[in-house]
């Protein structure tokens, strides 16, 4: 349980080192030693996206990664069943619900929990059976959030996309204050706060100063990164990045 005062946890998403070990169907990078080294670097904890067609994250990352990481693996995942099975065999600490399109590049926008409550409702309640706890990813909108708690999600990652892809001042100030009142609104309702998507070592400071955030997932930003100073460096970086803003907060 995170109290208002921790530190605000790091998820470092891996899925990157993976791509550029599929582009040549090769054996390297391993995703595998760069959450070793992740760890090594500072993060507070390990995610991955188990995509349906493999395109990078595959099963043995995933199986090895539960051996690997001791302190906190988070699995972001569809509602599809085979995906549902393999995580209630692997037993991430958190699942993290999201959208998933075969011809995206990457997540695009939130997972829309009102439309699909009942298979969002069925994959929940297999992982909660599982010990599993669960996360939604959604867009920073009240009726998303709603069903989220309605459905009972522990918590909810609320996507920054619009935030981090903002190209004027005004933009990015009216996104932030719209993270801003969707995280108000989940700490209300109980729900733990993550958010994630798009932001990097420039725009993340703004956002750990909203109140109640307890995560942040990030991973495009650091693998760019490491790919010119090493993934532990790259790691040590963010946080810094992250623990500037908080005690801006403070």
């Not at 393999?86 to 926008?109: F, H, S, Y």
């Not at 004027?168 to 209300?188: G, H, M, P, V």
């Amino acid at each position: 349980m995170t109290t208002p005062n921790s530190p605000i946890r790091l998820g470092v998403n891996i899925d990157h080192v993976a791509t550029v070990r599929q582009a040549r169907r090769a054996a390297e990078p391993d995703p595998v030693a760069a959450a070793v080294l992740a760890l090594l670097g500072g993060a507070d904890g390990i995610t991955v996206h188990l995509r349906e067609d493999r395109r990078h994250i595959n099963d043995r990352d995933v199986r090895l990664l539960r051996q690997v990481v001791t302190n906190r693996l988070n699995l972001e995942m569809s509602v599809a069943d085979e995906i549902v099975a393999i995580a209630c065999e692997v037993k991430p600490d958190e699942a993290t619900l999201v959208p998933e399109r075969r011809q995206e590049l990457t997540t695009e926008g939130g997972l829309d929990v009102v439309t699909h409550q009942q298979a969002v409702a069925r994959a929940m309640q297999q992982l909660g059976q599982c010990g599993i706890e669960v996360s939604l990813f959604i867009d920073p909108d009240t009726r998303q959030i709603e069903m989220a708690h309605v459905l009972g999600a522990k918590a909810v990652e609320i996507q920054t996309a619009r935030y981090s892809e903002a190209r004027t001042a005004a933009d990015r100030q009216r996104e932030l204050e719209a993270l801003r009142e969707a995280a108000d609104i989940a700490q209300q309702l109980g729900l733990h706060v993550h958010m994630g998507h798009g932001l990097n070592y420039e725009n993340v400071g703004h956002v750990t100063r909203l109140a109640g955030v307890e995560e942040l997932n990030i991973g495009h930003s650091i693998v760019s990164r490491a790919v010119l100073v090493g993934m532990e460096r790259a790691v040590r970086a963010m946080k810094d990045a992250i623990r500037a803003g908080e005690t801006a907060r403070r």
